[in-house]
C-alpha cells in the first residue's frame, strides 16, 4: 500500500508503517529512531527509502547495527556515513551534496561527556542541510572561553546548547544571542544530576527569553528543530 | 550610568539594574516581570523606556497594579493596553504601529481553562511584531474539531500549543505542520496532572521531531521565541 | 488441603498457596507470575493445574526457564506454547480450542520497541478466549496511518493502547471508538520518559472519557480485563 | 457551522467547539467540563444540546454557578439535578426515563471523606443509564464489613472503587468479582498521602488481576467507563 | 581502647569502631552491616565478638564472603549458620541455646520473590531469642489463604508483614491481629513499583492502627524491632 | 444490624459502619478520624459509643466541632476532654480512671512547632491506658539538652519521637535506649523539608535498629501502637 | 536550672530549652527561630538573653509578632531593630557596636523577588559581625551588570548568592571569585520551579568547584556560615 | 592560543579550553574531572600543567586509565601519587612540599562503605594545602565514639562530614564545633536512601545553623571548600 497525496501517504512494511507524507507534510522526511529495531528492520526500511530517492538518517545505531548496515550497503554501492560518537547512520542518495547549506547552526556544548549528544545534534542540522559550528568545553566557571568564542555563533539562525552538569550554560548563551537557543539537556553527571532531570529543571527556568528545551539527550530533536528555522532563512 | 556600546549598557535604578543593550544583543528589549515587583517601581521602569523610546512591556501583572499603572500613564497621555485575561501590559510608544507585522504565528490551545497562558503567548508575540491565528477548544478527543481548523495555521512561522490536561496536543499538531511548534504546559488540571508536570513530561517526550518545550504557564517564553523566529522570515 | 466450595478453596503447596476458586470468583483461573519463581516451582504449579484440568497461564518466563518447562511438558506429552516476545508460557488442557473465541479484542502499539509488553497483552486476551487484532507502529506523528487501520478495530469490546514514547496514543485513540481503552505504559524511552512514568502520568490524564489506565508494562493486566469485558458479551 | 455526519461533525462556539459526533463514535455524548468556564458558557452549551435533544451533564459545577443554571433553566421549564456533593448538574430531556437502565454498576468507597469523588461516580453512571449500587465506609481494617457487603454487588457489571487512605481496597474488592473492577484515589488523607499519589500508586500495582485505575479524584470518567461496560451487556 | 561502663565503651579497630555497651544500652549486641565491609574486616570483628563472648550476627553477607568466613571459622571449631537466601551469617557462642526462647514473632510474605527479605526478617528475630512462626504466599487477592493461616500467628507479641507488590498486606493483616504489625515494604516489583517506594508509601497511608513502617527491603530492622517487643513479654 | 461474635459485629449507621468487635481483635476499640465528618456524625457515633460502655476518641476534631460536642455531650452530663493543640477529643466512660495505667511511654519532640503532633501522640497514648512521660525541644544541635532528659525515659516500654525539622533525632534517641522507638515525622519546616517528607526519609534510613516509622504527623499511629507495647508488659 | 562549663550548660524554660554554651562550642548564641513560636515565648527567650548580656537575634517574626515585641522591649528601654522584609528582629546589648566589624560578606541576588531571604542573609551576617555588601537585580540574561559590579565585592571573604529563577548565578559567580560561595535557593518562581527545588538542584550541580548549598529560602543559614568564615580572617 | 592576564587566558586544546587563570581568579588552579575522558586526553592536560608548573590533579580516574597515566609519567621521571580508593591521581611540580600546610581540615566518616567520598575529600583537602584530619565509623547509633574523637578535630578551621545512611552525623557533628561544617551525601545504602538523596535532603535540612552541603558523593567540592578556608587562615 503505497499511495502519496495530501501528505497521507504511507508504506505498510508489517511492523513499520513509513510515512511518506512526512516530508511534505513536516518539512523534512521521517527519521528512523534505531534503539528497539533490528539491523535487518533498519535495513529494510533504509532500501525502501533508497529506492524512493530519499535521503535516509536513522538515530541511536550502536556499532554492532552499524556494522551490519555498512556491510549490506557497500555492497550495493551506496554512499553512507555512520558517526559513531553520534552513533547516526546516514545513507545519501546519488544527489545529495552536503557544501550546498542554507542556514547556520551552532552547536555549543558544556564538557567532553556531552560529546555524544552534541555528536548527534550536529549530525542532524547537517542531515537537515544546515551549516554548523561546533564549540567545545565552555564551561560557565571559566567564562572567558564562552566570551571569546562568541564571534563564531552570534550570526547563527539556532543555536543548540548541550549540558548535563551545567545547567546554567543555555542562560548564560541566552544572553547573548538575538535568535532562539535550544537547551539539550544530557544525562552525563553524578549525584543530585538525577540523570539529566536537574539540568532539564534548570533550562526549564531558564530567565533568558529565547529559550527553548528538549527531551534530555535529544540531540537529535534539537538539529531538527534548529534545522526547521535555519531552513526558513531563504524563504 | 546610562552609556550604550557594543549591548553592554544597563541603567542602575537601585534595586532595578535595567539591561538597555538587550534589544541590540537579543532581537527585542527587556521585558518587566512584574511578580514580585511594586507597581511603583513598574511605572518607574516603564517611564525609563518610554523616556528612551523603548516600546514596554510587562507581565504577571494584576489587575490592582494595572489600575494604578493605568491612571499613571494615562495622565501622561501615554497610549497602553492592558489584557487582563493575559495580565500583560503593553505601553506603546507614539511611533508604534501593530499593523504592520513581519511573520506570522499561530497559538492553539486545548480547553477554554488554557486561556490565560495562551493569552499571554499572543501579547507577547504581538508585541514582537508578528501576526497571530488564535484557535481555541480543539483537544484531541474531537480529533475532527482540529483538522476543520488546520487551514489556518499550516503556513505559519511557528506554532504555540498550549495545554494543561491535553499533553498529547503538540504531538498531534506537530505531525501536521512543517515550523517549529513550542509546548506550552499549564497548570491547569486536577489530580495526577501536578501542576503541569504531567504535561510537561508527555510534551518533552512527544514523538514529533518539531516539538520544543517552554517552562509550564510560559506563554511569555513561548510567544517570544516564536516572535524571534517570524522576525527572521523578513531578513 | 484442597477442599472447593464458595470459591474459598486453595491448594498448598509449601512456598506457594495455589488459589483454586478463582475461575468461580474472578472469571478466570489464576495465572502463574514467573518472576522470582523458580522453573521447577513453575513445573509444581503447571502440574497441579493439568491434573486438575485447568487451562494453564505463566507470565514473565525467561528462554531458560522456558526451556526447562519445555524439555519436561514435551515429555509428558502436553500441549503448550511459549512466545519468547512475549515471555509468557501457556499449558493447554486436552479439551482447549483457540478457535472457539467470544468477543473482540484489539491490541494497538505505537512503536516496535513496545512489541513485548503488546505482545504479553495479546497471549493474555487469547488465553481470556477473546478473538484479537493486532495493530502495531501508528503513532501520532504520523496521524494518517492510525486512521487508515480504524477500520480494524472500531469494533472491538475493549482496546488495549500499549506506548511507551507516546503517551499521547490513547487520547487519540479513544477519539474514535465507543468502547472502554485500556492504556498500557510502557518503559521504553529515554530522558524524561522516566521509565515509563511519564507515559502513566500523559495517560492517567487523557481527556478521553473512556480511558482507564493499568501499570507501566502491565500487558497482563490489559489483557485480562480486556478479556473480561469480552467475555461479558455472550452473557 | 453544524454539520452531521460520521461522527464529524461540531458546533462552533467561538471559545467552545461542541463535539456533536461523540455519541455516535464513542457511546455517549460529550460532557461539559465546568472548572474553568463561566455559568454563561455552560448555559449557552446546555441550550444547545437542549435545542438538539441531547441528555446533559457537566461536572465541577460548583455551588454559586449551579444557582445561576438552576435559575435560568427553571425558568424555561427544563428537568434538572444537581447533586451539591458530587458537584454535578443534569438538564434532562423530556424524553429522559431514568427508571429503564441496563447493567449494574456498583460504587464502593473507603471512607466518608471520599464521598464527593464516589457521588461523582454515581451521577456519571446514572446518566450513563446504568443501575447503581452505593456502598460506605468498608475500609480494609475493618474486614468483616466488606464481606457483609458482598452480595449486594458480586453480579455487577462493573465495580467502581473509591479510595484516599485505603489504597488497599480495590485489591480487596478485585479478589471477590469477576468484573473489571475500575480504582478511583482520591486526594482525601494526611502526610505521605501526597494528594492521592500514593492511593494512586498502591492501585497501580495492585496484585488483583481485575483492577485498572483512573485518575486522582476522576469520579467521572470511572462512571463513565463502567458507564460502557455495563452498556454492552444488553448487545 | 576497650573499657566497658554506662554502656559507654567501645573497641577502637581503625576503619571499624566496635560499640561495646549496645547490649547495655540497646537491649541487643552490635550487629555487623556487611555491604561494603571486605570478609577481613567482617572476620576481624566476629573474632573480636567470639573473644568477648558475643553472639555475633551479620547482615548483607553474600556467598563469596560466606564462604572465606566458613572456612575461617570452621578451622577454629566454631559453630555458624549461613543461611543463603536471607544472606545473614550467624557466629553461635558455646553457651547458644536457640531452643529457648521468649516472646512469639510472626513473619508474613505477600510472595516467593520477597523471600530474601522475610528469610532475613526470620534469621534476625531468631537471632534475638524470639520463636517464629513463618507464613508464605498470602496475598491479598486471594483472600481465604491469609484467613486459613490466621490461627498460626494471632497470638504472636509482632507480627511482621513483607510485601513487594502486595503493599495492601499489611493494612489487611492489621485488621486481624491486637500486636503491633511491623510493614516491610521489598524492592520487588515492576513498573509503578518504583524499587519499593509504591508499597512503601502504601504502608505509611495504612488505615490500620496498628501498623509501623521499616526502609525498604529493611527485614533486619523488622526482625530487631519485633525481637525487642518480644523479649519484653518475658518482663 | 448490631450482633457480637468472634470479632465480626459491627453497628450499620449508613455512612458509617462502627466496627465493634475492633476491641476483641486488635486490642483497643474503634477510634474516630474527625476529618471530613460533620459534628453530627461523630456525635451520633460517640452516643452509640456511650450507651455501648466503650471510652470514645475522636482525632483531628477543629475547635468549631469541638464546640458542638462540649455543648451536646455536656447536656447529657457526659465527662469529656477536648486537647485544642492535639485537636482530640476523649469521651469518658462513668468507670474511666486515669490513674490506673499499665506500662510507660515517652513522648519526646524536637521543637516547638511540632507540640500539635505530640500532644496527639500523648493523649492517645493516655487513651491506651499508659503512663505518659512528656519532653520538649532537645534538637540535636544542642546534645546536652537530651543527655540530661534521658534519665526521664530510659524505662519507657516505647519512645515516641516526633520532629519535623530534626530527622536526626529518633536516630540520636535510638542510641540511648532499650526498647523500641516509633519516629513520626511532622509537616514543619520549609524549603527542602517538602511537608515531612525530608524528615520522613531521614527516619526510615535511620541506622538505629530499634527505629520504625509513622506516616507525616500521624501522632495518634504513634500514640497507638506505643500504647499496644506499654500494654503488653502486664501480661 | 542554669549552670555554665564545657559548652554544656542551657537553661530550662518547660517548652524551650535554651542553649547557653551554643557560643562557646558553636561560634555564636543560640538564635531564636521565630516559626510557630509565640510572641510571648519569643520575648520570655529574649529577656532571659538580655538578663545574661546576649546580643539576641530573632528570624521568622512576622509583622504582629514584632509589634508585640516592640512595644514590649520599648518600655524597657532596650535597643532593636526590625527588618520587615527579612522578617529579622534584633535586640542588641547595651554594649554592641555594629561599625566594629570583622571579615567582608556579600549577598548577591539575582531579582527583586529574592529580596526577603537576602536580607535575612544580610542581618545574620550584620549580627555575627560583618561588614556586608549588598548586590541586587544581576541575572544571568545581562552579563554585563554583574560584570560591572565584580570589584565591589572581589575580595569578600565570603559570597551569599541568593536566586529564585536564576539557579545559574551562583556558578557564574563562583567563576570570578577565590572565596566560598554560600548559594541560597529562593521558593520564588513559577512552573516547574517546584517551589525552589529547581534552583536547588541546579546548585548542587554546579561545576564552580567553590560553591556549596543551603536549604530553600535559608538566607539565615547562608548568612550564619559566612560570618564564621569572616569571623576567622582576624584569627 | 595562550595568554594570561586579567585571569581571562585559557589554552585551547581542541576538545578542551584549559582555564590558567583560575588559581589566580578563584584561589586553585583547575582540576581534571576524569570521568568521560580519555587517559590520553587527561594525559595531554597533565603534560601542559607540568610544563607550566602547575601541581596537577584528577578525579575520577578509574584503576585503568591511572595504569596508562602511571606508565607514561614514570617513564618522564615525574611524581605523582594514585590513589585507587578516592579514584583521584596527583602530579607533584618538583617544587610540591606536602610537609608545608596551612589550615586544618578534618574530614569525618560515618561508615566503611562511605571512605571511597572520604578519601576523594582527603586527597582534594591536602591538594589545597591544609593539614587533614580522618575519622571513620562514628555513626550516630553508637553516640560515645564521635565524643570521644571530638577532641581530634574541634580546633579545625572546617569539618567536612561524609554520610550516606547516617543523614543525621552532620547535624550531630554541627552541635560541637564553631566552624563550618561541610556535609557530603553518599549515593551508600538501600532501600528509601534513593542513591543518596534522603541523606541530602537530611543535610539540607539540618537544624545545625553551621551546615552547608554539597552534592551526592561530591568529596572533590567539599574538600576543595573546606581547603579554601583553610588557605585564609593564615591570612
Known sequence: MTNNQNGASFADMDEVQLDLGRCDRCGFSEVIYGEGKSAQTVLKIFRKMHELGIDGFATRIDAEKADVLAKELSANDCRFRYNSTARTFRLFTPQTDETRTHGKVAVVSAGTSDAPVAEEARETALWCGADV?????????????????????????????????????????????????????????????????????????????????VNIDAGFKAGYVAGLIAKRRTH
Open 133 to 213: 559550528v561546533f564549540v567545545q568545553d565552555v564551561g560557565v566557571a571559566g567564562p572567558h572561553r564562552l566570551q571569546a568564542k562568541l564571534p563564531l555563533f552570534q550570526d547563527a539562525d539556532a543555536v543548540i546548547v548541550v549540558a548535563g552538569m551545567e545547567g546554567a550554560l543555555p542562560s548564560v548563551v541566552g544572553g547573548y544571542v538575538a535568535c532562539p537557543v535550544i537547551a539539550v539537556p544530557t544525562s552525563v553527571g553524578y549525584g543530585a544530576s538525577f540523570g539529566g532531570l536537574s539540568a532539564l529543571l534548570g533550562m526549564l527556568n531558564s530567565c533568558a527569553s529565547n529559550v527553548t528545551v
